[in-house]
Structure formats: C-alpha cells, structure tokens
C-alpha cells in the first residue's frame, strides 16, 4: 500500500471523516499510518494507474469526470471510466516522463521485494533478541540461589548475636590490691 503525499506541503491525499460511500471528498491531511490515506496502486492494460483506497476499496475519482483545473477529487466504485486513470511521471528530470505499466510495475516489485528482505532482517533480530531474552531468567536463577546461602549465613550470625553473652572478669588493679 501506499501513501500519496503532496510535493509542497507534504500532506497525504486522505478520505474526508474517514467516510467511505460513493462520493467521498478527499482532501490532504498530515501524514498517519490511519487506512484512509493507504491507496493501493493497480495497473491497467493501456499503461495508466487506478488508485483504490483500502479502507473504502473505492477508486480514487474525478467528480462528474471534470477535467478542468479545480476539479474536485472523491472515491466512487470502479466505472472503469478516464476520470478513475492516472499517469504516474518521474518530476525529477527537467522533463517528466511517462512510465510503461511494466516498467513501474517492475519498479513496484523492486520496493516490495526490498521492504520483505528489510522485514525478514528485523525478524531474525526479533527472534535472536527473544532467544537472549528467554535466556535471561535462567541466569536470574543461579543468581539467586548462590545468595540464598549468604542469607542462611547472614541469620545464623543474626541468631547468635541473641544469646548470652559471657560475661569477662574485671582485671585488678593496683588500687583494688591496696
């Protein structure tokens, strides 16, 4: 899934109160990982785009197929219609180009083939890190039975110090033998 963000102001493209029925407007809102801003992208035969939302499963459309400049942009169900088709162009040369279907398609692969060898990484650390941490208990253990005789020895002291005490002679003194 993606996220489609504006350039200028970094805002992503966002389902207006999360609303989806036919006719939802959209409007751009800050960036979260909510499903009213994730848009998965299908490629059609004839080398445009479709945008379908995941949380409405509705495609990203133009209202009444407008094509002129502020036209209002909603969701409606797939009408296979021009007003739901999209090019994707490269803006990062001076002069944009329009992308085959397969050659994004191939683009597309390349990210998700990178995002699952990311997620496998994480997960044998995720895993090397339970290991250790199961480990840990263990150690705990022994720890605590080696202080367990040190108290033992730390009471037997305790319950000596409660008896008697013998009691010393006072040594004589000159003055006492006079």
């Not at 200028?8 to 389902?15: E, K, Q």
């Not at 785009?49 to 036209?71: E, H």
């Not at 398609?105 to 990210?111: I, R």
Request: net charge positive; hydrophobic share 35%.
């Amino acid at each position: 899934t993606y996220r489609i963000c504006n350039r200028f102001t970094g805002n992503a493209i966002d389902l207006c109160l999360n609303g989806t029925v036919d006719g939802t407007w959209l409007h751009q809102w800050t960036p979260n990982t909510g499903r009213s801003q994730q848009w998965k992208v299908e490629f059609t035969d004839d080398g445009f785009v479709r945008f379908r939302s995941v949380l409405a499963d509705k495609y990203l459309d133009l209202y009444q197929a407008f094509s002129g400049n502020g036209a209002r942009a909603q969701i409606w169900s797939d009408n296979e219609g021009s007003n739901q088709r999209w090019v994707l162009k490269d803006v990062t040369g001076k002069n944009a180009i329009r992308p085959s279907a397969a050659q994004m398609e191939k683009k597309l692969k390349e990210q998700v083939e990178e995002a699952a060898a990311e997620a496998k990484k994480a997960a044998k650390k995720a895993a090397k890190t339970t290991k250790t941490a199961a480990k840990k208990p263990a150690v705990r253990k022994t720890a605590a039975k080696a202080a367990a005789p040190k108290k033992a020895a730390a009471k037997k002291t305790a319950a000596g110090d409660a008896a008697p005490k013998k009691t010393t002679r006072a040594k004589k003194t000159a003055a006492d033998e006079q």
